[in-house]
């Protein structure tokens, strides 16, 4: 009987010593030395944060986006708790998830570790420890948080009476909110971090904190978080360092001719102008994956857009500025060291944006020097823009502007921290977690080192890009303005090649197909998987993600998406047979410059070594 009793304590789930063991302090004494450091550490911290605020040198308008979070929550709120009837129904639904909580629990406390219970809850891969639910009060933690999240969301889908605006913004916040507030993100409350605390006696918070401090003392007093390690790149070095020369440069660009790979050419050359928000040397990142490099084994004269990241100087410089001394600078070069009047231009985001007002204006100024237009991740049509459009109204954008107005320029680091927020569970906690709670050093990684490299935004050029695009989607109406003209897609009669990414956040894929139906030309428009980056830069030789082509044009983009046909592998041969299609003649290999103009510098430039 005794024996019985034993054994029943042994397996006694809610006391499993191999659930208890890995959390038990072992030395609290060298716990309690390391908390020590780390405390000096986060001290070291806090001082390089408040230093240059006390100096002056930084003035943060904390007030605008809390207030903005406050405001836009508490008319969420108002919803809620202005009906007796709606606030019940609210409390009934939480406390409903609750009791299902309580519910799993008191079966997981009554059944071995190892006895699998129903868990109706999503599957996360914040929570991929299996102590998340192996462990009891780790499972109770992980079933809260989940299901507190997911009630946050209802309440602000089945809000009603909310504009379409500040939905989006409610639902925005409450993602960042609960981004933050997961239990993965603390110590105390996550079984990985707890286990390498206890075992390590603290030692990973000691060098977590020092990492904190080095990383707001990197960024001058604003904390960027490092998810690379940076010292394992150079740019010319490792990284862009396809053979190339800057043959021309005005006040906001250079252009780079890059030396030919083949014995002859395609008649027509390629000109890439890339967005100014990022460097251009994401489509050269190194010689695998450089889409630069590509082109020219495939025969293409390429030319590419190196744009000047700006400063004070640069403020009054807008859209038509970097339409007539970028692209129009760009076409001039091309033809003093070619002899071309045509040529294939690529786009890419914003660059593609500006791209096609540039051939709306261009089509009315009967310059016809740009034969084809490929548009990367490229939108026209903002009504479905995406998160970002939740940073953008009148009294937002004010504020945007008064700073601007006050340096000429627009930070690199805010629209960086823009574009992470977009996917704070991905690009911020995970990184944070693995930087300053546990204590390690991030992995080499090219894409997330170009990802850091940020570049400033011009104050006119800036606030054009946000009023007219995401404020007004001017554009896409015929109603955008410049050079004193009203700009029409309509009139842009030439080929386009429309290229969107499936799991795109920062251009939707649905707002790049709106986009496809407002030019006056054929448009081939094209999908393919993964992101506004992978989804772009995927060499044919990875074999990796699809793309799907010929879909029925028209209708929705779901539908497009349905009856289009998917091929496995890189769009990149697909583009390629595009191009030929459209002109296949082919020339003596050009060497950069011509015989017209000098290398000013080697490739990739002076423009894209300035780090922010």
């Known amino acids: 009987m005794d024996n019985k009793r034993e054994e029943t304590a042994q397996s006694g789930p809610a006391f499993d010593a191999k659930l208890i063991e890995p959390y038990i302090i072992k030395d609290p004494q060298a716990l309690a030395i390391n908390a020590a450091k780390a405390l000096e550490n986060l001290g070291k911290a806090a001082s390089s944060w408040l230093a240059p605020r006390e100096r002056g040198e930084i003035v943060d308008p904390v007030a605008e986006p809390v207030s903005e979070l406050i405001k836009t929550m508490s008319k969420l709120a108002e919803y809620w708790m202005s009906d007796p009837k709606r606030t019940l129904e609210a409390q009934t639904h939480l406390l409903n998830a609750v009791f299902g909580i309580w519910a799993r629990s008191l079966t997981r406390l009554s059944t071995s570790p190892d006895t699998p219970v129903d868990d109706p809850l999503p599957k996360d891969k914040r929570f991929a420890d299996e102590d998340w639910q192996r462990n009891p009060f780790f499972d109770f933690l992980r079933q809260t948080y989940l299901v507190l999240s997911d009630w946050a969301d209802k309440m602000v889908i089945d809000a009603e009476g909310l504009d379409e605006h500040t939905r989006h913004k409610a639902a925005f916040y409450v993602r960042q909110i609960t981004a933050a507030l997961s239990p993965a993100n603390f110590v105390a409350t996550n079984p990985q971090l707890y286990r390498e605390t206890v075992a390590s006696s603290g030692a990973n918070l000691v060098k977590g904190m020092q990492m904190l401090a080095e990383d707001i003392a990197a960024g001058k007093g604003e904390l960027r978080i490092r998810q690379t390690d940076t010292s394992k790149f150079a740019v010319g070095e490792n990284m862009a360092i396809t053979p190339g020369k800057v043959i021309a440069q005005s006040d906001i660009c250079e252009v780079i001719q890059y030396e030919p790979a083949t014995a002859t050419v395609l008649k027509r050359p390629l000109l890439i102008c890339p967005p100014w928000i990022n460097k251009f040397y994401i489509l050269d990142l190194n010689p695998q994956k450089s889409f630069i490099k590509w082109c020219v084994e495939q025969g293409h004269t390429v030319f590419v857009i190196s744009w000047v990241n700006p400063d004070e100087r640069h403020a ?264 030929e299609k459209l002109d296949h003649k082919q020339v003596p290999a050009r060497k950069p410059g011509g015989d017209a103009l000098n290398a000013i510098a080697d490739a990739p430039g002076r423009n894209v070594l300035e780090r922010v």
Not at 522 to 536: K, L, M, N, Y
Not at 545 to 553: E, L, V
């Open 316 to 579: 009054n410089k807008d859209w038509e500025s970097y339409i007539r001394e970028g692209i129009d600078f760009a076409l001039d070069t091309i033809e003093k060291a070619t002899g071309e009047k045509k040529v294939n231009a690529i786009g890419y985001c914003v660059g593609g944006t500006l791209l096609a007002a540039a051939l709306a204006l261009h089509a009315q100024e009967k310059d016809s020097r740009i034969a084809s237009a490929t548009l990367f991740t490229t939108q026209v049509d903002f009504t479905y823009a995406g998160d970002l459009k939740v940073f953008v109204d009148e009294e937002q954008l004010k504020g945007v502007e008064d700073r601007m107005r006050e340096t000429g320029y627009l930070d690199g680091s805010k629209m960086a921290s823009a574009f992470s927020m977009l996917r704070a569970s991905e690009l911020i906690w995970p990184y944070f977690v693995n930087n300053y709670l546990k204590g390690q050093d991030p992995m080499p990684f090219d894409l997330l080192y170009w990802n850091s490299d940020s570049t400033r935004m011009a104050a006119a050029n800036h606030s054009f890009y946000l009023r007219n695009c995401y404020l007004n989607n001017t554009l896409s109406q015929g109603k955008m303005q410049l050079a004193g003209k009203t700009l029409s897609l309509k009139k842009v009669k030439i080929p386009i090649y429309n290229l969107a990414t499936r799991e795109d956040h920062i251009a939707p894929a649905k707002s790049v197909y709106i986009g496809s139906a407002l030019f006056g030309g054929p448009v081939e428009f094209v999908v393919t998987g993964s992101g506004h980056i992978a989804g772009v830069v995927n060499p044919p030789d990875k074999k990796k993600y699809q793309y799907w082509t010929h879909g029925k044009a028209g209708g929705s983009y779901e539908d497009w998406l349905a009856s289009a046909e998917e091929t496995a592998g890189s769009w990149w041969p697909h583009w390629q047979a595009w191009i």
